[in-house]
Nanobody, 125 residues
Framework: QVQLVESGGGLVQAGGSLRLDCAPS????????TGWFRQAPGKERDFVAV????????IYADSVKGRFTISRDYAKNTMSLQMNSLKPDDTAVYYC??????????????????WGQGTQVTVSS
């Protein structure tokens, strides 16, 4: 059974940084595009960032562009999201996800087939 497990969430002050990691079990990320989504209280789940299966292409939501960096470690079979200059509006549950779609790079929820349980990120003002 495939599982994706996120780690690294927590509480941070505005302007601070956090790093989220995602590790799969029962799955090798190679051949999958992988990404991050987030869901704030009372809102729908939104796209944050995605990295192509080969790692050569990344796409970010406008709201995080220039502050967040998505990356893959192919040797460790993990994915990460480095979040800098955090704002209170970044407060949400963050989910990692994997998609079998290669091109165009997937960004919609229904293009991702495997999901993690989520990790809470809280940014205080």
């Amino acid at each position: 059974q495939v599982q994706l497990v996120e780690s690294g969430g927590g509480l941070v002050q505005a302007g601070g940084s956090l790093r989220l990691d995602c590790a799969p079990s029962g799955l090798t990320f190679g051949g999958y595009a992988t990404g991050w989504f987030r869901q704030a209280p009372g809102k729908e789940r939104d796209f944050v960032a995605v990295i192509s299966s080969g790692g050569g292409m990344t796409i970010y939501a406008d709201s995080v562009k220039g502050r967040f960096t998505i990356s893959r470690d192919y040797a460790k079979n993990t994915m990460s999201l480095q979040m800098n200059s955090l704002k209170p509006d970044d407060t949400a549950v963050y989910y990692c996800a994997a998609s079998r779609k290669s091109y165009p790079i997937p960004r919609a929820e229904n293009e991702f087939v495997h999901w993690g349980q989520g990790t809470q990120v809280t940014v205080s003002s």
